[in-house]
């Protein structure tokens, strides 16, 4: 029997112009090009739609990497954009960068005009598009809508976080929050009954809670939008392993848990996909070589993740001086802004004993990999709690802002593989590290919990439901 010619299907992929969402949804997309395989009509091929600065800042890091299969397309495209030496910064904070995507997702803006050069193309072998969109970029969805192109969401985070989210029409309905503010009415009062076998959580992890009184307004105010816009959608990708909780929802949009997609390890792709990586800054390898004269199990990584505001300078002074205090070996990403808040002399004095090293921004999973790094002291981003989970490492847990705290939750309270620091003095330090690193049963416990998300039959599962995904937008 002849063998039909699959089609091409286009799948337009909307990131969130931060490491943390693109790293995801770069994955996604490897995992996309994999999964002609698994289907008899189609292949996959992937365009990631990035803001122009977004694709500027990418082309010009030097670590990146990408599948030539998966196209980076900027918005607007380059032609219509100003010449690069007049281009403007970057938009520097969350309502800046959240004020210039929408810009370009208005009826009138650019990612309209090039999702409908795509949907135009009248090629024999071309079986349709169809967008992905992270849901904080959620006016993309009515991107898709004008187009009339199918749209999922995409949610970079954990499950339990998204939950969070949509429970809030059900905060304001049980009188937890206030509807207009999101500001809890009882600080500290508990959240239940949002998945089964959740963590604690309390109204104080609630993601929106960052900065000031109007700064927290405004993030609840970007949030109902978000969660406004998800409904109109059919289904969510979740990076979430799908045997992370056991979750029965018969709500738009239908939840598929497809995750955790991490470097090296997507669910459908486990050796092509680590090729695949972009990189906002350069990554200071030489960090390596110096872990390779550290002791086993003896060096503490720190690292603070890439998007949200570091600790604050008071903060950095006092790890520091703990540091120095309890002599504990240390691998310490610090950006060269965030180092004014260091004690006078400690650079200096890091140079010469060689006893820790700063580096602006390290090879993350070469370092989490590594035998000499016992314990990662992580902000608890998403991306980082999966990558410590694969490396099997024990996590010292200092959560920042946003779904930080709900992650903490999960991984000191319900997976315990980790321990809540809860400040930078030097008893603080001195106790949590020897809470964590004392813990006899976590190694276990990690590797149970690397094998309830990222074995072999969480695999299996997350592959079925991004073939269901397929099935259900197609
Ligand atoms: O020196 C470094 C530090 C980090 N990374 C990588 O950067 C990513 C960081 O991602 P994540 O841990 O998720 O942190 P953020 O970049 O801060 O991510 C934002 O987005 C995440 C997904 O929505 C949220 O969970 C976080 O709270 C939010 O701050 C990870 O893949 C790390 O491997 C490096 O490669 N080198």
């Not at 109007?214 to 816009?229: C, D, G, P, V």
Request: aromatic fraction near 8%; charged fraction near 20%.
């Amino acid at each position: 029997m002849m063998k039909m010619k699959k089609k091409v299907m286009t799948i337009l992929m909307v990131p969130y112009p931060a490491q943390g969402h693109l790293t995801p949804m770069l994955h996604l997309a490897s995992s996309f090009l994999h999964l002609h395989d698994h289907n008899d009509y189609y292949t996959f091929s992937p365009a990631l739609l990035l803001p122009h600065f977004l694709h500027r800042q990418i082309s010009a890091a030097t670590t990146t990497n990408v599948d030539p299969r998966i196209f980076l397309v900027p918005i607007p495209p380059p032609d219509e954009e100003e010449q690069s030496a007049a281009a403007p910064p970057p938009p520097g904070d969350f309502f800046a960068i959240d004020k210039a995507i929408e810009e370009i997702t208005t009826a009138a803006g650019q990612m309209e005009a090039v999702v409908r050069r795509y949907v135009v193309i009248n090629d024999e072998d071309a079986a349709g598009v169809c967008m992905v969109v992270d849901l904080l970029v959620s006016s993309a969805i009515d991107v898709a809508r004008r187009c009339g192109v199918p749209v999922a969401g995409f949610w970079p985070a954990a499950l339990l976080t998204y939950r969070l989210i949509a429970g809030i029409p059900r905060l304001v309905a049980a009188g937890i929050i206030h509807p207009h503010s999101g500001i809890p009415k009882h600080p500290g009062a508990p959240i239940i009954d949002l998945l089964p076998d959740q963590p604690p959580l309390s109204t104080d992890d609630l993601p929106w809670l960052i900065g000031s009184p109007a700064a927290r307004k405004a993030r609840f105010k970007f949030w109902t939008k978000a969660l406004n816009r998800s409904t109109t959608l059919q289904c969510l990708l979740v990076n979430s392993s799908p045997d992370e909780f056991h979750h029965h929802q018969h709500q738009q949009p239908q939840v598929l848990q497809i995750g955790p997609l991490t470097a090296q390890q997507t669910p459908i792709a486990s050796s092509s996909s680590s090729s695949n990586r972009i990189t906002f800054w350069d990554q200071d390898s030489s960090c390596l070589q110096w872990l390779d004269t550290q002791k086993p199990n003896s060096v503490l990584y720190i690292s603070f993740g890439s998007w949200v505001g570091p600790i604050g300078e008071p903060k950095v002074r006092s790890l520091a001086t703990s540091l120095d205090a309890i002599g504990i070996p240390f691998l310490w990403v610090l950006g060269p802004t965030w180092r004014q808040g260091l004690p006078r002399g400690f650079e200096h004095d890091l140079s010469v004993s060689q006893r820790g090293r700063l580096v602006t921004w390290a090879p993350q999973m070469e370092v989490l990999k590594h035998g000499a790094v016992g314990c990662y002291l992580t902000h608890c981003g998403w991306n980082s709690t999966v990558e410590a989970v694969q490396c099997r490492k024990r996590m010292l847990c200092f959560p920042v802002a946003g779904d930080q705290f709900v992650n903490c939750r999960n991984i000191v309270e319900k997976w315990r593989v980790g321990v809540e620091l809860s400040g930078f003095g030097r008893q603080e330090l001195e106790e949590g590290l020897e809470k964590v690193m004392g813990d006899c049963e976590m190694n276990g416990k990690l590797e149970s919990l690397y094998e309830l998300s990222l074995g072999k039959e969480a695999k299996c599962r997350a592959v079925a439901n991004l073939i269901a995904f397929v099935d259900l937008l197609i």
